[in-house]
């Protein structure tokens, strides 16, 4: 296996995870630190960043929990780094992502390079066609990055790295702890916080195994980070498939699923955003809403628009325009 360590804490390891860093022009967390405030004294911050990770003096500053909408009755978590943690977070992650990659199947299609919802939402629309008729089950696992359980996780991390410095760093990023808004400290002891560089990637580690036994169980099974679907011949058979997958999530990765959605192929089933049947592509008149609801909010002073937001406005027509007949892109005002 390649020395993780040292390839994370060169000088130029770190040079270029702080342009990554920037590039996203993110927040800074609790120390109030921006990306302005590091770029001024860019090389001295990132030679003294080494020096604490080739000491091992490095400790992370714990997340600043924020809340953004998900829906309009639930909340997401979100935890904001310190810009010399992304940092290092993002270093780690450039490390190993590639050797991990190589590792990962070709049926999970979230937060990994050359994937991402289109290209998932085609995959499904391909595996669906091969298999003609029957039922297709849709799956997700209840609030899945909060969750995940760090002994298996860390376990899993050791036999695969083999390098007790990394696994020493990852954990640090992982279980440095949360302050809240009332600046309340709390610890981690399980989940990865969302917002962190290194948590997409982790959870994905986490949940291979279970891809490997999935693809082995049922005739089709697509994963997109947290939501997954499942295809079968009868309806018997996609019942006894949910509750093969949901056992083995329990007792083998000490997570929930929520409530399944089974339908008849014919009928249709939403996956990302989109409704996929045997007449084609389209979106539901709830979602449309919703959805409309999201780029008028977005679009509601056009001329203060961020950089972000605006991102935001075309990564979204981007999506559907790649999908969706244009007849119904014109209902939407994107």
């Known amino acids: 296996m390649p020395d993780y360590y040292h390839s994370i804490t ?34 001295d911050n990132l030679i003294e960043l080494q020096h604490e990770l080739i000491s091992q003096t490095w400790n992370p500053e714990p997340y600043l929990r924020i809340e953004i909408t998900k829906n309009e009755t639930e909340k997401r978590k979100l935890g904001l780094l310190c810009i010399k943690d992304k940092i290092v977070q993002q270093a780690i992650k450039t490390a190993f992502e590639p050797q991990l990659e190589k590792t990962f199947l070709n049926l999970s299609y979230g937060y990994r390079p050359n994937k991402g ?4 939402i085609k995959r499904v629309v391909h595996d669906l066609k091969k298999l003609k008729s029957g039922y297709v089950a849709k799956l997700d696992i209840d609030n899945y990055f909060d969750t995940i359980n760090h002994e298996r996780l860390f376990t899993r991390l050791a036999n695969w790295l083999k390098d007790d410095e990394t696994l020493r760093l990852i954990r640090l990023c992982i ?20 917002g962190a560089i290194l948590s997409p990637l982790l959870a994905n580690f986490y949940l291979h195994p279970f891809d490997q036994f999935a693809a082995n169980k049922v005739p089709m099974y697509i994963r997109y980070a ?16 949910v509750e093969l997958v949901k056992e083995e999530l329990e007792s083998q990765f000490y997570l929930q699923l929520n409530t399944p959605i ?3 192929f014919h009928d249709g089933i939403e996956f990302l955003g989109i409704t996929i049947s045997d007449t084609g592509l389209s979106i539901t008149e709830k979602k449309k809403k919703t959805l409309q609801e999201r780029i008028n ?34 209902e939407l005002d994107c």
């Open 10 to 43: 060169t000088l130029h390891a770190l040079q270029n995870a702080w342009r990554a860093v920037r590039a996203k022009n993110a927040a800074g967390g609790i120390d109030g630190f921006t990306l302005s405030h590091f770029e001024k004294r860019l090389n």
């Open 117 to 120: 919802p289109e290209r998932a």
């Open 175 to 194: 279980q440095t702890g949360i302050v809240t808004p009332q600046l309340q400290w709390q610890e981690i002891n399980k989940g990865v916080p969302q």
């Open 226 to 241: 947290d939501d997954f679907l499942i295809a079968t011949s009868t309806e018997k058979q996609i019942k006894e498939a």
């Open 262 to 264: 089974i339908h008849n």
């Open 297 to 330: 909010s977005i679009k509601f002073i056009k001329s203060s628009l961020s950089s972000q937001s605006k991102e935001t406005l075309q990564g979204i027509k981007n999506y559907y325009a790649k999908l969706l007949p244009e007849s119904t892109l014109k």
